[in-house]
């Protein structure tokens, strides 16, 4: 109770300190909006008991799938135990419409789930044996119905051991913040996460943009994709469908994307709260300003490259490869957020019959045949990332 008071009083310090005038419902609308109450309460319990004691090894190890990276939040999966395995599934009811037009982004997402799998397993006692199947995703269909994509088997090893990537697992967060401009990921950073990819996948590569060059030109591409989205009506529709406007419905859904996590400073991120809710355009314009503003900020981007861009298989080990350097960059202290844009416009204008203007230019940007199927921002923090609403294991785990 003590700490909720002083939040409110820091509050209304800062308030007053941008110049807003404090009356009468507007401490009301603050308590009500969740400006006191930022990564709190049930949506958030997934963060802090997902290595609960209380759970057995193979719902520990789901617990820790949920807690994975995924597009727009939308926590495209299903989870099925069986006889010493875990089953996987895509949610297709969760597919992003226009924005995934091929389902590349969710079986991204599935692929990070399956990485935080692998990554915990060892840690109940068990060892990970992954299949995945492989569809070409030009053919797939987004109908609701689950789609089977992944088998987890569990063998029992008799000992546990805990990794470092584990014990990231829970501390690893999208940061769309600002970053340090002016301080470069160091050069072993960078030979570290290269090895990494190179050690993964066949068919999956990484490559690092950091010159000014490189980061320019991936910069003015992003923000004119993420203007390609806001006039495109169905796609920033699509997009909008996710946005989460208020406290009250980020609790009651417990997915998509919400203004606790938009990477603002504190100050600005209460006043937004109490401040009438964003339309659709509004929203799509301050998406534009701060993609400029944020990947300005960035001192290090990143592609990750496909052999085959619409393998199932091959998305699956890319969102593999990208929750494993993610949960390693959380050990480095090193901000990581998605930028994909770029990708998601590729798409779009492959599903139009449109010139693939923006795949030429990714091809030119990464210097490989094959255009990004991922693309992300990397640097230091300017502020502490908030965790994103997560559903209960309930919610999405099934019986077999």
């Known amino acids: 109770m003590r700490e909720e008071t002083n939040g409110r009083r820091k509050f209304l310090k800062g308030l007053m300190g941008v110049g807003v005038v404090v009356a009468g419902g507007t401490v009301y609308r603050a308590v009500d ?7 709190k309460g049930e949506p958030f319990t997934p ?3 997902w290595q609960s004691a209380s759970k ?11 807690l ?6 939308t926590q495209p999966w299903i989870f099925e135990l069986r006889d010493n395995a875990i089953w996987l599934y895509a949610d297709t009811a969760r597919h992003l419409g226009t924005m995934d037009v091929y389902g590349r982004e969710l079986c991204i997402g599935l692929g990070c789930a399956v990485e935080n799998m692998v990554q ?9 044996t992954v299949l995945l199947g492989d569809t070409d995703l030009t053919k797939q269909t987004w109908s609701g119905v689950p789609m089977h994509v992944a088998t987890i088997t569990l063998t029992p090893t008799g000992k546990q051991e805990q990794s470092e990537l584990y014990q990231a697992i829970g501390h690893r967060h999208t940061d769309r913040g600002e970053y340090q401009r002016d301080t470069p990921i160091d050069a072993s950073s960078m030979s570290a996460l290269t090895a990494m990819a190179n050690e993964s996948f066949p068919d999956v590569s990484l490559s690092l943009l950091t010159t000014k060059v490189e980061r320019d030109d991936f910069t003015q591409q992003t923000v004119n994709a993420t203007r390609f989205i806001a006039a495109d009506h169905q796609m920033s529709s699509d997009s909008f469908r996710w946005f989460r406007l208020s406290h009250k419905e980020m609790q009651a859904h417990r997915d ?4 606790d996590t938009a990477g603002l400073p504190p100050a600005m991120r ?5 401040m009438p809710t964003l339309s659709e355009e509004s929203s799509n314009q301050y998406w534009i300003e701060g993609t400029q503003r944020t990947m300005e900020s960035t001192p290090m981007h990143g592609l990750i490259t496909l052999n085959n861009l619409y393998s199932s298989k091959q998305n699956i080990e890319a969102g593999r490869l990208w929750q494993r350097i993610h949960l390693w960059s959380t050990t480095q202290g090193i901000s990581m957020q998605p930028v994909n844009q770029t990708c998601e416009v590729i798409d779009r204008q492959k599903q139009l019959e449109q010139p693939q203007t923006f795949a030429d230019d990714l091809r030119a940007l990464s210097g490989k045949p094959q255009s990004a199927t991922f693309a992300f921002r990397a640097g230091y923090p300017t502020l502490t990332a908030i965790p994103s609403p997560r559903r209960a294991l309930k919610d999405v785990v099934a019986s077999a």
Request: proline share 4%; net charge negative.
């Open 47 to 49: 963060w802090t008991d």
């Open 270 to 274: 209460a006043i937004s709260k109490i």
């Open 33 to 39: 909006n969740g400006v006191f109450s930022v990564g």
């Open 68 to 73: 994975a990276a995924n597009p727009h939040n």
């Open 120 to 128: 915990a397993t060892p840690a109940f006692g068990f060892e990970a």
């Open 256 to 259: 998509g994307v919400y203004i």
């Open 56 to 66: 057995s090894g193979e719902l520990a190890i789901i617990n820790a799938a949920v």
